[in-house]
């Protein structure tokens, strides 16, 4: 049973998932006397599971040639097929839609964007708000899974930077025999085996501690839901509104640090001990930016309320501006984008607006490696620092030698080229999202938030990242549909992208 369930095809397998997480809403559905909606996904997630029975039934003994560009060609097509099939039970549901709307938000979804159309979030009923947040979980996993199964051992989506060869694996020593001869559903599998309970075990963890916080439980769903997969997806319009507070921040803040390195819960091949994580370069990336930039921001706030006459500030005041300011930097680093109270607070005391454009810089650096967060990812940054600190060091003395080992001079020079390669494409592609809605009436500034927005997978940027909030249901059609493309390329990284064309892939 289980040797030929493996042997289906990977999108076949993934509308089998997909239809099993239709019970998610229809049980919430059920539970909160919503008859309709959880008809409506009952009936779905039968119908869905039929055709993946089907399907499986048709393709079972068909022989698929092992290719590297049907790896990449499954993930293209998860991220712009899938979403049409999920959309269906959500169109029905909310009745006074769009198929197109309704598929634009599933593509938000599910590539852990979490931007919405449907404001205010009272416009649609608390089990559509579960399903939105099933989808995007389902969309981390399937990037935790993709990005080790797929991505690690074509040398993408950040792997680049650490190998040294073509011929040379990229992933762990324990797992290379599978990366190099078994096929896709093979690899998918064995990693999914261990990642699922993994991903799984965290999500539900937090889900109790924000409900011993305070929270409702549908709402501690939701947003354990969007903390693990950074879709920052909220059915009570982000942290603000809901009950958990600063104990709630403090449980959020602990798991956002799974977006940050890959070796907070997956080490195959490393050391097991934790004192590992100290020398990592992306932890210690991320937390010199949650360090410095908060610092700076509570210096601004604190500058400007020195400036109003007649504005005291407590000690308390003061710590909770510091919170707030860190919390967000790590929320909007891991592309998450949920806002503190604190923050919010900070502004009405100091009297500044949001520094959006901060905001905007935190998500294109992203999180980590083969995470669920989006961005240019902190290792690339981390290589072109190493470099450009070299590169500094050699206008002082030119006949100096670097040191640190063989590991940090590829760091410092192959690593840095592919991270000055990636950034390049991420700039042009940037550029282009931006000239497109400049060509489709959206003014500067707003072209930019909705183009970084989409690029970084950081949804709650339309809300944050600008002057005033954009509403993405008032985009006109092709908008849409360019904000839909974006998200989905900035999910699936343009190196990758670009990859899947390339002759040598075709030729092999």
């Known amino acids: 049973m289980f040797a030929w369930l493996a042997r289906l095809p990977l999108l076949v397998t993934l509308i089998g998932v997909g239809g099993l997480a239709m019970l998610v809403p229809a049980s ?19 119908l869905t599971l039929l055709l993946a029975l089907l399907i499986g039934i048709a393709m079972a003994n068909r022989l698929r040639r092992e290719h590297p560009r049907r790896h990449l060609a499954g993930l293209l097509g998860l991220f712009v097929a899938m979403p049409l099939l999920l959309a269906v039970p959500f169109h029905q549901a909310v009745g006074n839609t769009t198929f197109f709307n309704a598929y634009v938000e599933m593509v938000s ?77 093979q ?16 999500t539900l963890l937090l889900w109790a501690g924000l409900i011993v916080a305070g929270d409702q439980p549908a709402v501690a769903l939701a947003h354990a839901m969007a903390v693990l997969s950074t879709s920052g997806i909220s059915p009570v319009g982000g942290l603000a509104g809901a009950s958990s507070g600063w104990v709630g921040e403090a449980f959020i803040a602990v798991f956002l640090v799974f977006a940050i390195s890959r070796l907070t819960f997956a080490r195959e091949g490393q050391a097991r001990e934790f004192a590992t994580l100290r020398g990592d370069a992306e932890i210690r990336m991320a937390f010199a930016l949650v360090t410095l930039v908060p610092l700076f921001l509570f210096l601004r706030h604190f500058l400007g309320a020195y400036e109003v006459e007649g504005v005291a500030m407590s000690l308390w005041q003061g710590l909770g501006t510091l919170w707030g300011s860190a919390f967000t930097v790590l929320s909007f680093l891991t592309t998450t984008g949920f806002e503190s109270a604190g923050w919010t607070a900070s502004q009405a005391w100091s009297g500044l607006g949001t520094p959006g454009i901060i905001l905007l810089g935190l998500a294109i650096i992203g999180g980590g490696v083969a995470t669920t967060a989006g961005g240019a990812k902190l290792l690339r940054v981390y290589a072109l620092y190493k470099h450009g600190r070299r590169e500094l060091e050699r206008l002082v003395h030119p006949n ?89 390329l900035g999910r699936l990284e343009t190196l990758a992208i670009v990859a899947l064309f390339s002759p040598d892939l075709w030729r092999r």
């Open 400 to 488: 100096s030698v670097g040191g640190a080992g063989g590991e940090a001079r590829h760091l410092r020079r192959r690593g840095a080229y592919m991270a000055w390669l990636f950034f390049m494409l991420m700039a042009l592609s940037l550029s282009l999202v931006w000239a497109g809605f400049a060509l489709l009436g959206q003014d500067f500034e707003d072209g930019l938030v909705l183009a970084v927005a989409a690029i970084t997978t950081t949804g709650p940027l339309t809300a944050f990242g600008g002057s005033e909030p954009i509403s993405i249901a008032a985009l006109g059609g092709p908008a849409k549909a360019l904000f839909a493309g974006a998200m989905i």
């Open 28 to 46: 919430h559905a059920a539970a909160t006397g919503a008859g309709k909606i959880a008809e409506v996904f009952f009936f779905g997630s039968a």
């Open 109 to 185: 979804s599910l590539t852990t964007t979490g931007a919405t159309l449907f404001e205010p979030f009272d416009r649609l009923a608390p089990p559509l708000h579960t399903w939105r947040a099933t989808v995007g979980w389902l969309g981390g996993l399937f990037i935790w899974v993709g990005a080790i199964a797929v991505l690690a051992p074509m040398a993408l989506g950040g792997f680049e930077v650490r190998q040294r060869a073509p011929s040379e694996a990229v992933v762990a020593v324990g797992f290379a025999q599978i990366n190099e001869r078994a096929d896709l559903s």
């Open 187 to 202: 690899r998918v599998r064995v990693h999914a085996a261990q990642l699922i309970p993994v991903y799984t075990g965290l």
